[in-house]
């Protein structure tokens, strides 16, 4: 790699022995591996993390919108109180499998928490060293359009940083959207409407009705995955940092000419 041009090693070694030469010359090559391994390990243990907690959202949102399916009787209802009282049955399985969903749904979260405990500080990082990286691969092509080791450097972390916050943004906001359509799904089925209360299962009335409401309270609320603390990692903030470059590229061009 050291007899490549942009990656030849930036300083002299002329002056040094052959054997402590070509020692630097192997640790300059190696040195490209390992750097390169650590940001693809570190990319991929947080996305895989959170796609996989994606799909899972989406199982509680199929659970969710299959309740109808899997309840009998419950398209029969039609929001007369005899009914309930002849089949005592639907609310045991309706309070069952509502229950169930929502603590697959509860469970996801809870995870999701732990994983926001390492997400909070590296997507702060990742995001303010995306606009430092995009200033300096600017001002770099700019300023020294000579194809050297920096310059290579350059493009390709910029690129990479990017990349990379893309990727997150989008997941974070694909992660909100699948999380809102959970509330979605239930709010939208209209056996809820039909629900009628009786004094001998008012129990089971207020159990499931609470159940409901939980869930679209809870459904309805951003997921909170952020940077540091301060603003939520979403496309808006991705689409931010690329016209903040793009204004800081404008400006920064003005000089050059």
């Not at 092509?141 to 990017?162: E, G, K, L, M, W």
Request: net charge neutral; charged share 20%; with cysteine.
């Amino acid at each position: 790699m050291t007899d490549t041009e942009p990656f030849q090693i930036p300083i002299d070694l002329g002056s040094l022995p052959k054997v402590f030469k070509k020692g630097i010359e192997i640790w300059y090559n190696f040195s490209f591996i390992p750097s390169s391994y650590i940001a693809a390990s570190n990319f991929l243990s947080i996305y895989l993390a959170m796609i996989g907690l994606r799909a899972e959202l989406r199982i509680a949102h199929d659970s969710i919108s299959n309740i109808p399916n899997k309840v009998k009787y419950l398209n029969s209802i039609d929001g007369k109180d005899e009914l309930f009282e002849q089949k005592k049955e639907f609310w045991i399985d309706l309070h069952s499998e509502l229950k169930q969903s929502i603590q697959h749904h509860v469970e996801v979260l809870i995870n999701l928490n732990i994983l926001k405990n390492v997400t909070n500080l590296s997507f702060m990082l990742l995001y303010y060293m995306t606009m430092i990286l995009i200033a300096a691969g600017v001002l770099i092509v700019i300023f020294n359009p000579v194809v050297d080791v920096f310059y290579v450097f350059a493009i390709d972390y910029t690129f990479r940083y990017v990349l990379e916050c893309f990727v997150f943004c989008y997941t974070v906001s694909s992660l909100n959207a699948t999380h809102f359509a959970i509330g979605e799904a239930l709010v939208h089925q209209s056996w809820i409407s039909k629900l009628r209360f009786s004094k001998q299962y008012g129990e089971q009335y207020r159990a499931v009705r609470a159940g409901i409401l939980m869930e679209l309270m809870e459904s309805q609320r951003n997921l909170g995955i952020n940077c540091g603390g301060m603003f939520e990692l979403t496309l808006e903030k991705f689409t931010r940092i690329i016209n903040t470059s793009y204004s800081l590229t404008m400006f920064l061009w003005t000089f050059r000419k």
